[in-house]
């Protein structure tokens, strides 16, 4: 089956500092990932689609500038969490779509 | 705007017993996805349904599509302890985003 991994699983910043998470899909290529951020016990809250050499989609109320998303190859996107602040520590989730979509395991971002 | 209302949001029934967790909505969805997600994973694909009326197996799962593609259910058949987790529906506009619109969750706890 399709397999995303994501890096790193888990990491700890603190206030002010970026973080980089990556998605990968590991055996089929990815016109189109999406990233998704998750609080305990909820679903999932699109934040953006991203398309292999475009700009990426924000969803209604996610900011551009804080969470940067670059997708440069069918296998990889990243998501750039600027100046970040506790208020940003949440699960964060990426999928890669061919004709579903397929998740990755997730990244849990603590912000001290 | 679509949405998809999932219930009951939250389940906790003894090992044996039958559950059947409901997702609908006033939109029309080419197709629906039913995810299950463990606490710290990303969600793992249970089945996708497509054609109105559709009704497909998974063990002792049983998931249905409404007729008009609004609505769908998901029948678990003595719930075991290995069942807990949050199930999440998702349905595709079809619209050549891929965007998925997710429902709130149902998180499932089967006491043993």
């Known amino acids: 089956g399709a397999v995303v991994s994501q890096h790193p699983s888990w990491v700890i910043c603190k206030s002010g500092t970026s973080v980089k998470i990556e998605c990968r899909s590991l055996?089929?290529?990815?016109?189109?990932m999406f990233w998704y951020r998750q609080f305990p016990k909820q679903s999932l809250m699109l934040m953006a689609t991203?398309?292999?050499?475009?700009?990426?989609?924000?969803e209604q109320g996610v900011e551009k500038d804080k969470f940067l998303i670059n997708h440069a190859s069918l296998t990889l996107s990243t998501l750039t969490v600027t100046s970040a602040h506790p208020e940003d520590s949440s699960f964060y989730i990426c999928?890669?779509?061919?004709?579903?979509?397929?998740f990755g395991p997730g990244t849990r971002l603590t912000v001290t | 705007t679509q949405l998809l209302e999932q219930s009951p949001q939250f389940l906790s029934i003894q090992e044996g017993e039958n559950l059947t967790v409901y997702c609908n909505s006033s939109?029309?969805?080419?197709?629906l996805q039913w995810y299950r997600q463990e606490p710290g994973e990303g969600p793992v694909l249970l089945v996708t349904?497509?054609?109105?009326?559709e009704v497909k197996k998974l063990k002792r799962l049983t998931f249905q599509f409404g007729d008009a593609r609004k609505d769908s259910s998901l029948h678990i058949t003595a719930a075991q302890p290995g069942d807990t987790g949050l199930y999440l529906c998702?349905?595709?506009?079809?619209?050549?985003?891929?965007?998925?619109?997710f429902g709130q969750g149902t998180t499932l706890q089967v006491k043993p």
């Open positions: 998702a349905g595709s506009a079809g619209s050549n985003t891929g965007k998925l619109i």
């Open positions: 991203s398309n292999e050499g475009s700009k990426a989609t924000y």
């Open positions: 055996d089929f290529q990815a016109t189109t």
């Open positions: 349904v497509v054609t109105g009326g």
């Open positions: 939109s029309v969805f080419s197709s």
């Open positions: 999928s890669a779509s061919d004709y579903e979509q397929y």
